[in-house]
């Protein structure tokens, strides 16, 4: 008695013979409940706020329902007022009679007014309708008024009708979703891509409201305007600079250069820019700096409409100043650890890095600073800064530090250079984030034929790489292994990649409710699933090229921004195989494994011929130039 599409959601609800719709806007939706029972039809209303906190009202004249919740931060300052609330407003078609309001188990009948005394306030209202009759509700919010909730909902649903704006959020998710369009006999697979991709869309947010008003980051209080762009909230950035963001880069380079404005936006008016924002504030939830890798990403591809200038200011301030003050830095402000990184060129497991959401994982910080401290060098370079690019490139390099040679693995380290002890690969270490030494030590994307020379060169590299596989501890339910399987490409043995990038498309991700292997991460576990289906990955955002997989498909094509398409071939894809034996890039022959974003926006048709049998002479290691 369920259905669910992008753009519309309808349920039976059959206890109480009820029939609910529902879809909507960016910043409103609608619903449709049909009563068939004879009575009086009830629609309760909660907010979603903690005891104490705002409050709902009922204004029967405007047949409304309306009231706001503070925001309460999340991680940094976890549980303190973030200086703003989210407003609602519930206006219904059709007079309706007052119930009352309550808070927690405490009823008030007839009550048109209720504060958050005991609990997230209500209320409860009852129509008079005939057998099948509909009440239908419209719902607008704001994060910075009531009155620019009413001015959203009025802006997006101005009408009555539920099937209009279907309709409308039908198209323009019909609209963003064929931007890419794959050919396939298998009805399963063309599910699990298409839901990838509308899982991949759905974040980073619209924070702004319609008319461009949007609470100022890390304070909330004044009230900022966004001309002409819209301004994007909640970054998962640990995980989306992987490959969210730089999906986006091809899909949708408009709204990512937005979404880098908007961080940019973030560090001017926070101070620092941002590790992890959160409800338009500072988190210093997980770890890295990877504003850095997005914005360095999106410049790097010829995305503007933001000022690299100020970015780059703030970019450096990042890597090589803590915030002046011990509270600006328990807010959350600059990266975590940064002064025992800048004197040791890694963090020692002496400093628990203590303030932050997560403890310790000091290796982790010091190979993502690393990487980090590249994307900084790469637009330190571009903007003609040389001094500043030569510091970073050599940062880029701390990785070093933390990867043991006698072991040849990532290793937690003291201060006095020596390293921790017992030591199992494959075991759990509080200064691993949420993963393995064995996985953390293949996180060198800025230098990985640095990191090949030495880990022992380029068969020692490979072993390695098997060994991961072959013990089981490749895990594609979180980031820290994404980037793993496209590694083979580096050591020139890229039908290992074609194989473990194949491998994870068919068995890590189904149509089922739960055929994600692990958390979505705002996008990143299917944008994973997006790029590799096409045959390609970014390992390393911040410069313009992806590393060639396999692609799942016989035939996709990315329709760009500007008019051109992209179209990839594989011919053998739906016959089950997985190898490359050559491939032409606009009828000519392609012989390296890697692709550039000016290539593939330029449009034109990249065609593979697989095989079922690995081609370990595809391409030629002449072909790579190294």
């Known amino acids: 008695e369920e259905t669910a ?74 549980g303190k007022l973030a200086g703003f609330s989210g407003y609602f407003v519930v206006r219904f078609d059709r007079p309706f009679t007052v119930g009352g309001t309550w808070s927690g188990r405490v009823r008030r009948p007839d009550s048109t007014h209720q504060a958050a005394d005991h609990g997230a306030p209500g209320a409860y209202i009852s129509f008079d309708l005939k057998p099948g009759g509909a009440v239908v509700a419209k719902v607008g919010m704001s994060f910075t008024s009531l009155d620019q909730a009413r ?85 998962s950035l640990w995980d989306t600079f992987r490959a969210e963001q730089p999906l986006l880069t091809i899909l949708e380079p408009e709204r990512d250069g937005e979404m880098v404005r908007s961080l940019i936006l973030k560090g001017e008016q926070g101070g620092f820019l941002p590790i992890y924002p959160a409800w338009n504030t500072y988190t210093s939830e997980m770890v890295g700096d990877h504003a850095d890798a997005v914005i360095a990403d999106a410049y790097a591809k010829g995305i503007r409409g933001f000022d690299i200038d100020e970015a780059y200011g703030l970019m450096r301030q990042n890597a090589m100043e803590l915030p002046k003050s011990r509270a600006a830095y328990l807010n959350g402000e600059g990266r975590r650890g940064l002064g025992a990184y800048l004197r040791y060129g890694y963090i020692p497991l002496e400093d628990p890095v203590a303030d932050a959401f997560h403890k310790n994982e000091q290796v982790t910080r010091t190979l993502e600073y690393a990487y980090d401290d590249f994307a900084v060098g790469q637009v330190a370079g571009a903007l003609g800064k040389r001094a500043d690019a030569a ?63 030495l880990l022992g060169g380029r068969q020692a590299f490979i072993a390695k790489l098997d060994g991961l596989f072959a013990d089981g501890y490749y895990d594609q339910s979180n980031e820290p292994s994404h980037q793993i399987a496209y590694l083979y490409d580096y050591a020139h043995a890229a039908w290992k990649t074609q194989m473990h990038v194949r491998q994870i498309l068919d068995n890590d991700y189904t149509d089922r409710p739960d055929g994600l292997p692990g958390n979505d991460d705002c996008g990143q576990m299917s944008a994973w699933y997006v790029l590799s289906a096409l045959g390609f990955y970014p390992v390393t955002p911040g410069i313009p090229r992806y590393e060639i997989g396999v692609p799942l498909f016989d035939s996709a094509a990315i329709y760009l921004a500007h008019g051109k398409t ?15 034996h050559s491939a032409t890039l606009n009828g000519k022959p392609f012989e390296r494994t890697w692709i550039s974003q000016s290539e593939i926006i330029s449009g034109g048709e990249l065609v593979f011929d697989l095989s079922s049998q690995p081609d370990p002479e595809w391409p030629s290691p002449r072909s790579d130039g190294k």
Not at 17 to 43: K, Y
């Open 391 to 453: 510091i970073f490139a050599k940062r880029a390099l701390n990785y070093r530090n933390v990867i043991d040679p006698g072991t040849g693995f990532a290793r937690g380290r003291y201060a006095s250079g020596a390293w921790a002890a017992p030591f199992d690969p494959g075991g759990h270490y509080s200064y691993i984030t949420e993963g393995l030494p064995y996985q953390d030590t293949f996180f060198v994307p800025q230098d990985m034929p640095g990191l090949i020379r």
């Open 5 to 78: 599409k992008p753009y519309l959601y309808t349920v039976a609800l059959d206890d109480d013979h009820i029939q609910a719709a529902v879809t909507g806007m960016s910043h409103a939706g609608i619903l449709r409940f049909v009563f068939a029972e004879p009575g009086r039809a009830w629609i309760l209303v909660q907010s979603n706020s903690r005891a104490g906190d705002g409050s709902i009202t009922v204004d029967v004249k405007r047949n409304e329902i309306y009231g706001f919740n503070p925001v309460r931060r999340l991680y940094a300052g976890d």
């Open 566 to 580: 992209f179209r990839i071939l594989a011919r053998g894809a739906s016959e089950g195989k997985m190898y490359i």
């Open 151 to 235: 001015l959203n909902l009025d802006a997006e649903i101005p009408g009555w009708s539920l099937e209009r704006v279907a309709d409308e959020a039908h198209a323009q998710w019909n609209a963003a979703l064929a931007k890419v369009q794959i050919e396939d006999a298998c009805a399963r697979r063309r599910r699990i891509f298409y839901t990838a991709l509308y899982h991949a869309l759905q974040l980073p947010r619209e924070f702004s409201d319609v008319s461009g008003t949007y609470p100022e980051f890390a304070g909330g209080e004044r009230v900022e305007h966004a001309d002409g762009f819209k301004y994007f909230g909640d970054f």
